[in-house]
């Protein structure tokens, strides 16, 4: 059976929902308190047995490679200073054995675009895409269970949830089918930000997936879709008529980094989890209650 080992990272999107913080930096650079938004999705991968990363990178994208690569002066500045651990942290941001590609998208032209420009990185081999904005938090996490239900039956797959009715149409959403025995839904389309009466249910697809490489020829072939992009949802679909696809529910909590709201949720989620800020954000989160009730 091949193992899946390679993950996609397309980080090329222009992050114009955080401007002016993203006119230099990349949005997935944001950080959710100290560590980057792109860096839990890139532990997520790891921690599911992926040892090779490809990122989609566009223009005006280097900070994302460099906080990837090595930084020996800065590794040398806190060695020198006795800050061993930070040092430690700082040179185990990408694990050994662990390998990172970068490739360029040359224009925005979609989703399904962006994955296309990394089937040189790919070849041939069964690979995971992530979107960095998608940040999920739990266990499982979702691309461990994703690549667990290929082990036991190749196939595209996607990682889904039910989302609200006034969220239908941010979302790609599934025509399902019938539920399996193996605890995957079968996937019978997916339309890409349908209106609400449009949509065939409320289960959207998320942002982590499963790819067979036959997903390239498909993309190859497509003509721009919706936004005149590129749309990955409509490989999927077309897939999906052909009886390949299925969908896993999502068990993990996901918040949406590619909004504000649900950036801020992320921070505050992750800060009240952490023994360390947990006690400090409860006080001041009374502080500004008992202050807004005065």
């Given at each position: 059976?091949?193992?899946?080992?390679k993950?996609?990272?397309?980080?090329a999107?222009?992050?114009?929902?955080?401007?002016?913080?993203?006119?230099?930096?990349?949005?997935?650079?944001?950080?959710i308190?100290?560590?980057?938004?792109?860096q839990y999705?890139?532990?997520?991968?790891?921690?599911?047995?992926?040892?090779?990363?490809?990122?989609?990178?566009?223009?005006?994208?280097r900070a994302?490679?460099d906080?990837?690569?090595?930084n020996?002066?800065?590794?040398?500045?806190?060695?020198q200073?006795?800050?061993?651990?930070?040092?430690?942290?700082?040179?185990?941001?990408?694990?050994?054995?662990v390998?990172c590609?970068?490739?360029?998208?040359p224009?925005?032209?979609?989703?399904g675009?962006?994955?296309?420009c990394?089937?040189?990185?790919?070849?041939?081999?069964?690979?995971?895409?992530l979107?960095a904005?998608?940040?999920?938090?739990?266990?499982?996490?979702p691309?461990?269970?994703?690549?667990k239900?290929y082990a036991?039956?190749?196939?595209?797959?996607?990682?889904?949830?039910?989302?609200?009715p006034?969220?239908?149409?941010?979302?790609?959403?599934?025509?399902?089918?019938?539920?399996q025995?193996?605890?995957?839904?079968a996937?019978?389309g997916?339309?890409?930000?349908?209106?609400?009466?449009?949509?065939?249910?409320h289960?959207a697809?998320?942002?982590?997936?499963v790819?067979?490489?036959?997903?390239?020829?498909?993309?190859?072939?497509?003509?721009?879709?919706?936004?005149g992009e590129?749309?990955?949802?409509?490989?999927?679909?077309?897939?999906?008529?052909?009886g390949?696809?299925?969908?896993?529910?999502?068990?993990a909590?996901?918040?949406?980094?590619?909004?504000k709201r649900?950036?801020?949720?992320?921070?505050?989620?992750?800060?009240?989890s952490?023994?360390?800020?947990?006690?400090?954000?409860?006080?001041?989160i009374?502080?500004?209650?008992?202050t807004s009730?005065?």
């Amino acid at each position: 059976m091949t193992q899946i080992k390679k993950a996609v990272f397309p980080v090329a999107g222009l992050g114009t929902r955080f401007l002016p913080a993203t006119k230099a930096m990349p949005k997935e650079l944001l950080p959710i308190i100290d560590k980057p938004i792109v860096q839990y999705a890139v532990e997520e991968a790891i921690a599911a047995g992926i040892t090779e990363l490809v990122f989609v990178t566009g223009r005006n994208k280097r900070a994302v490679g460099d906080h990837f690569d090595a930084n020996l002066e800065l590794e040398n500045q806190l060695m020198q200073g006795g800050k061993t651990e930070m040092r430690d942290m700082v040179r185990n941001i990408v694990p050994e054995g662990v390998s990172c590609i970068f490739v360029r998208q040359p224009a925005p032209l979609g989703l399904g675009h962006a994955v296309l420009c990394a089937a040189p990185a790919v070849g041939d081999a069964p690979f995971a895409v992530l979107l960095a904005d998608d940040f999920m938090k739990g266990s499982p996490l979702p691309t461990e269970t994703l690549i667990k239900a290929y082990a036991r039956k190749p196939q595209t797959l996607l990682s889904v949830g039910e989302v609200a009715p006034e969220d239908v149409s941010k979302f790609g959403i599934l025509r399902p089918g019938k539920a399996q025995d193996d605890g995957t839904i079968a996937v019978e389309g997916l339309v890409e930000k349908p209106k609400l009466e449009d949509a065939p249910s409320h289960l959207a697809s998320y942002g982590r997936y499963v790819f067979q490489p036959e997903v390239f020829d498909i993309l190859r072939g497509l003509k721009p879709g919706a936004g005149g992009e590129i749309q990955l949802a409509d490989a999927i679909d077309i897939l999906a008529a052909q009886g390949k696809v299925s969908a896993i529910v999502n068990t993990a909590q996901r918040f949406d980094c590619g909004s504000k709201r649900g950036y801020l949720s992320a921070i505050l989620e992750v800060a009240l989890s952490d023994p360390h800020y947990r006690d400090f954000m409860l006080a001041l989160i009374k502080e500004k209650l008992d202050t807004s009730n005065t």
